[in-house]
């Protein structure tokens, strides 16, 4: 094991701000930290980096107990949202700089650190880019630098905090990939935060789900998206259609939908909350059915649709439009949901939530983060 994390416990104040962390990162792997704002993501990488200590709780790294060390002697490369790099300095010298300021005796001479640093720029992909000043980069461009910067001493952990926050959409998916490739070749054990889903599912070897304070889930993220483990990490994950469902015989059912694709599950008998993705909804025309379309819009690919029951359930289904020539406003369908997850009791336990909502037991809701 390389890092180890036990029952870490962060106060500021009253609040705590991280309750009981347990955590194993293995070396080499690269750890998503994923979760909303607060949720304790950056104070569990100041504890990890030695900017901050826990009130509680162990950190060790390859044995040795990480609370007894300073942040310099843990040798860890650090890269945040806006990772101000030194505007005077071309980015050859930014990435050389902490190996010049290492104390004399384990500071490499000139050429050395010359030879260090254009390695790293090759590595990098950012050779071209070695004489020219910060202000002379783009957005991407500048984290890849600083990027170099973290790497340049050689660290045994990265630790990033949403390194890619700032950038827009397209240069973070190319930065995530080029980081990837970066971690592959160089193997470095690396903890990403993040508050973005995709990013972390396709960067990470394991995923972990922060909120309030504590892990509600580590898995692959295939795992994860598959199998929320709890109501918070499903909504978290987009299934916002929560349906009050009765369990009977290991099946849900509920009025008006068709939930026999679902996997039986091994569920107490008796009232249960299906969580459902939007696109995992299909609306199939049924004359008997109890619920009617109310609104269809496109959003180019995709047909977002909203189903009304007489009893005032409102559902929203998003379908592929290649799929949805038939549908109209005003006809009767049922509703056929392919995949979902349960949780037994109605799933009105939103304490940690962020988004408090009042539910009526049977009025559907649709929550979002
Ligand atoms: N130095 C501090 N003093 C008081 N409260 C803090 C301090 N640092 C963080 N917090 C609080 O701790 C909670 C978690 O913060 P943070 O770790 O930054 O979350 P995240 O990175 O997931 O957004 C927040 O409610 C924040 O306001
Ligand atoms: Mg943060």
């Not at 690269?30 to 509680?56: F, Y």
């Amino acid at each position: 094991m390389s890092l180890a994390m036990s029952n870490i416990t962060r106060r500021f104040g009253q609040t705590e701000v991280l309750r009981g962390i347990d955590l194993d990162v293995a070396k080499g792997e690269l750890i998503a930290l994923l979760g909303p704002s607060g949720s304790g993501k950056t104070t569990l990488l100041r504890i990890i980096a030695g900017l901050d200590w826990p009130d509680a709780g162990n950190l060790s790294f390859e044995g040795q107990d990480w609370l007894l060390k300073t942040a310099a002697q843990r040798k860890i490369g650090m890269v945040f949202q806006h990772y101000a790099l030194f505007p005077h300095m071309t980015v050859r010298e930014n990435i050389a700089f902490g190996l010049t300021v290492l104390p004399r005796a384990q500071r490499p001479g000139k050429a050395q650190i010359a030879e260090t640093v254009q390695r790293l720029l090759t590595f990098l992909q950012i050779s071209q880019l070695a004489d020219r000043y910060p202000s002379e980069l783009s957005g991407g461009q500048r984290q890849r630098v600083a990027l170099g910067r973290a790497m340049a001493i050689e660290p045994r952990v990265l630790l990033l905090d949403e390194p890619f926050g700032a950038l827009d959409a397209q240069v973070r998916r190319d930065l995530r990939r080029w980081l990837r490739s970066v971690h592959d070749s160089a193997g470095i054990t690396t903890i990403f935060v993040t508050h973005d889903q995709e990013e972390a599912f396709e960067l990470a070897d394991r995923v972990v789900v922060m909120n309030g304070g504590v892990i509600e889930q580590i898995g692959r993220p295939d795992q994860i998206y598959d199998h929320p483990a709890t109501p918070f990490v499903a909504r978290f994950l987009g299934l916002t259609v929560e349906l009050p469902v009765v369990m009977k015989a290991g099946r849900a059912e509920a009025a008006g939908f068709d939930l026999t694709a679902l996997p039986r599950r091994a569920l107490p008998e008796g009232p249960a909350t299906l969580f459902l993705r939007p696109a995992d909804i299909q609306p199939v025309a049924d004359p008997a059915a109890p619920f009617h379309l109310t609104e269809i819009s496109s959003t180019g690919a995709l047909l977002r649709v909203v189903a009304e029951s007489d009893s005032g359930c409102r559902i929203e289904a998003e379908v592929p439009r290649r799929d949805g020539h038939g549908l109209e406003t005003g006809m009767n369908v049922s509703l056929c949901a392919v995949a979902g997850q349960i949780f037994p009791g109605l799933a009105s336990q939103r304490a940690s939530s962020p988004v408090a909502a009042e539910t009526t037991p049977h009025a559907l809701k649709e929550n979002r983060l």
